[in-house]
């Protein structure tokens, strides 16, 4: 239970509560006092929307060395090898592990392998090596995290807490930039907290709520990028956003994720005529990597004038789609669709953020005392596309690991001292809340119109003069009013979508999920990370309110 006072101190301070926050702090020394937020329940973040599973090498016929190629490729080499091969060559150990905290793994029921896990095949994959707990993998892995986490002596949970700005300041004895907390709303109260801390971990997730369509709850808005970023941290291959390609084109606003693992059991991309198209894109047809599969339906949805192509796993039968995907042929039978017996439409939406804050393997970012794992983080594992459940075995490989290095270090860091709370001495409440809505939905527009799956160098010129526009209205909104979870989150989304927008420009060719009319090949000149570097910050402003 969170303390009652603004001022609160703790060794670790995790900014949010999903698979990689928690693997995180399953890490850290017993002893450590840790503070985790998140901005409702621990389980409303992706981890908990994840289907498809964690690929791991675990089958007789697969090879470390197979699982980093199929990486490789779909990352259209721009991925750090070496990252890449720490991330794979760890993840039977995270099976092993997840085990160990009791998850329940979908097993095979007979045959040779009979009480070994099932292992699924995926977009991308050579082989079967997707891990997973029926169609409802992220659940599986966030319940026994959160057991696990909830069951630990010394651990604060901080709900409904929305993080402001990174507290960041000299260290006395170093003399380095050190983060040392974080202010944060409390949306119950509406108040601004001060939390301190040694050492702060983002694990905030990605930023897909940049855009109009997303498969992403509706907290991925940016926040740990744009905070990393405001705290003079780099961010790399922001350009590279992954639309996964199948999410069900359901009523406005709802566009749940139809799990790569249906196309990997046979499912088939259709047109309205029940023609098969992705053959003339790939050799792979429906198994090739994400954005090829996600810019072939957009190409065939422009093409015909369409509002959506269909995705037919009825043809396996009623009772194998009912076994493989029951939470996901529930979640379409509320929605209207019964992907049991029929074809169900579907479009590509806001998936993923491969780019993110500059880490390395342990996430360490480049600001003393702060580490980001997860979406918000950028390894070198997916370069400019991530290979399908790659993701789940990143947060909690990474999450671990950076457990382990805060845990060596905390002897390091002394208690911050002073800081100056929260001053709303000039603000007031706002009586304009409706251009919060306006600009929201601006964002999210010429996001999808000039930033989506195709962009051309036009388009995205007119996205960063209105993401500049936008940033200014927003500056001056959030310097005098009281601030507010919506406020925050757009705050946020603009500084991330502005982020995007200028790797994109900066990006002379096509590659992975950067797509451009006016440069469609890859270029061998371009084959590097795209790096931002944010300005150094004002002289005197450390340590205090960043709305000063």
Request: hydrophobic letters at 40%; one cysteine or more; aromatic letters at 6%.
């Amino acid at each position: 239970m969170a303390p009652g006072d603004d001022s609160t101190f703790h060794d670790v301070l995790i900014i949010g509560g999903g698979g990689g926050g928690l693997a995180v702090a399953l890490e850290l020394p017993a002893e450590a006092r840790i503070g985790v937020l998140a901005k409702g329940r621990l389980d409303q973040g992706a981890t908990n929307w994840a289907q498809g599973g964690i690929a791991a090498v675990m089958g007789p016929d697969d090879s470390f060395d197979s699982h980093i190629e199929d990486t490789m490729i779909a990352g259209a080499e721009l991925n750090n090898r070496e990252a890449v091969r720490f991330v794979i060559e760890r993840a039977p150990g995270i099976i092993q592990w997840l085990e160990s905290l009791g998850i329940d793994l979908t097993r095979e029921s007979d045959g040779p392998r009979k009480g070994l896990v099932h292992l699924n095949r995926e977009g991308g994959h050579s082989a079967r090596r997707v891990v997973h707990a029926k169609d409802a993998t992220g659940q599986a892995v966030q319940a026994c995290l959160e057991r696990a986490v909830r069951a630990r002596r010394v651990t604060d949970l901080y709900p409904d807490h929305v993080a402001v700005d990174l507290i960041v300041r000299r260290d006395p004895v170093t003399g380095r930039r050190r983060c040392t907390g974080v202010y944060a709303l409390d949306c119950n109260t509406g108040r601004v907290r001060l939390l301190r801390a040694r050492a702060v971990v983002l694990a905030t997730g990605g930023a897909s709520r940049v855009y109009l369509h997303t498969s992403n709850p509706p907290g991925a808005t940016g926040d740990g990028i744009a905070m990393a970023w405001r705290a003079g941290c780099r961010v790399a291959n922001m350009e590279f956003t992954q639309f996964h390609p199948t999410c069900l084109a359901a009523a406005a606003g709802q566009t749940p994720l139809i799990s790569e693992a249906v196309r990997g059991e046979g499912g088939l991309l259709l047109l309205p005529d029940g023609s098969r198209f992705m053959d003339r894109f790939h050799p792979r047809a429906e198994l090739a990597p994400r954005d090829i599969v996600a810019r072939a339906i957009d190409h065939e949805m422009k093409r015909l004038g369409i509002p959506h192509v269909l995705l037919d796993i009825a043809h396996k039968g009623e009772g194998f789609v009912r076994e493989h995907f029951p939470t996901l042929e529930a979640q379409c039978r509320e929605l209207g669709f019964d992907l049991a017996r029929e074809p169900v439409p579907v479009v590509p939406a806001a998936h993923y953020t491969c780019g993110g804050v500059v880490t390395d393997v342990h996430g360490r970012t480049d600001l003393d005392g702060l580490y980001a794992v997860g979406e918000c983080a950028s390894t070198g594992l997916h370069g400019a596309n991530r290979l399908a459940s790659n993701s789940l075995l990143e947060c909690l490989v990474i999450g671990r690991e950076a457990g382990r290095e805060i845990g060596h270090r905390l002897p390091e860091w002394s208690e911050p001292g002073d800081i100056p709370g929260w001053d709303e001495s000039w603000v007031r409440d706002s009586d304009e809340e409706v251009v919060l809505a306006h600009n929201w939905d601006e964002l999210r527009r010429f996001m999808w119109d000039y930033v989506g799956i195709v962009r051309t160098t036009k388009r995205l010129e007119r996205a960063l003069h209105r993401s500049a526009l936008l940033n200014s209205e927003i500056h001056e909104y959030y310097a005098n009013f009281r601030v507010s979870r919506p406020l925050l989150e757009l705050r946020n989304m603009v500084c991330v979508g502005e982020l995007i927008v200028r790797s994109a420009l900066a990006r002379r060719e096509s590659r992975g999920l950067h797509y451009t009319l006016d440069h469609p090949a890859p270029s061998d000149a371009e084959a590097h990370d795209t790096i931002l570097v944010p300005a150094p910050p004002a002289a005197g402003r450390e340590g205090r309110p960043a709305r000063l």
